[in-house]
């Protein structure tokens, strides 16, 4: 059944400091699409990133950088150089294609990590 | 501002009682989902339209229905509410429905039952 997992539930670190959130996912279909969100405080969700299945290439954007590796099922989120600003709860999620033979896309979400960045 | 809409943003209300929560997804978008936030279940999907039609369902009670209307606007309708109904409710939207579409939330309805 599909699954994702974030092992991490809390994380407190020091302005300045880089910091990784991890994601796993399970998964029987060869397509699917991986996303991270982020829930700042306010309890808004924003959408931060997605990815195919097919594109294992990783991206920075910013701060921020994603590893996607196929191999360990794993999409793992990193800020560089934290700042307060970044304090929220993230979210990893995945929707799978072709389940049905059609086109649903409802998102399966891991339970979050919340990233306290402190001064 | 992710240009989804959903009112109100918070709702208090009795055990027992019919509730509805309303959704405008981004203009030109024709899929619309409901996700349920609870600090027990976290998020999980309840239910998505496409251009007025129920396409896929989640973990969505049988005292939950939902609709979505011909200017694509939806509505969630919450009955015979319980203490453990209160959650965060969103509402996304995405161009077609598609696995490989980005979802974009709306602000989330904060619902309490007491």
Excluded: M
Excluded at chain 1, 7 to 34: G, N
Excluded at chain 1, 97 to 110: D, P, T
Excluded at chain 2, 56 to 72: M, T, W
């Amino acid at each position: 059944a599909q699954k994702v997992t974030q092992a991490q539930t809390e994380i407190s670190v020091v302005e300045k400091e880089d910091v990784t959130l991890d994601c796993v996912y399970e998964t029987r279909d060869t397509t699917y699409y991986l996303f991270w969100y982020k829930q700042p405080p306010s309890g808004e969700l924003v959408f931060l990133i997605r990815r195919n299945s097919f594109d294992e290439q990783n991206e920075i954007s910013g701060r921020y950088s994603w590893n996607f590796q196929k191999s360990t099922s794993s999409f793992n989120f990193t800020i560089t150089a934290s700042q307060v600003v970044d304090s929220a709860v993230y979210f990893c999620a995945l929707s799978e294609a072709g389940r049905y033979g059609g086109s649903q896309g409802n998102l399966i979400f891991g339970k979050g990590t919340k990233l306290s960045v402190k001064p | 501002d992710s240009g989804v809409t959903q009112t109100p943003k918070h709702l208090i209300t009795a055990t027992g009682q019919r509730v509805t929560l309303r959704c405008s997804p981004r203009s030109g978008d024709l899929s619309v989902y409901w996700y349920q936030q609870s600090l027990d279940q976290g998020l999980q999907f309840l239910i998505q339209y496409y251009n007025g039609e129920e396409r896929a369902k989640g973990n969505i009670l049988e005292r939950f229905s939902a609709q979505q209307f011909p200017d694509l606007h939806s509505e969630l309708n919450l009955s015979s509410l319980e203490l453990g109904d209160s959650a965060l409710y969103f509402c996304a939207s995405s161009v077609g429905g598609s696995p490989q579409e980005t979802q974009y939330f709306g602000p989330g309805t904060r619902l309490l039952v007491l």
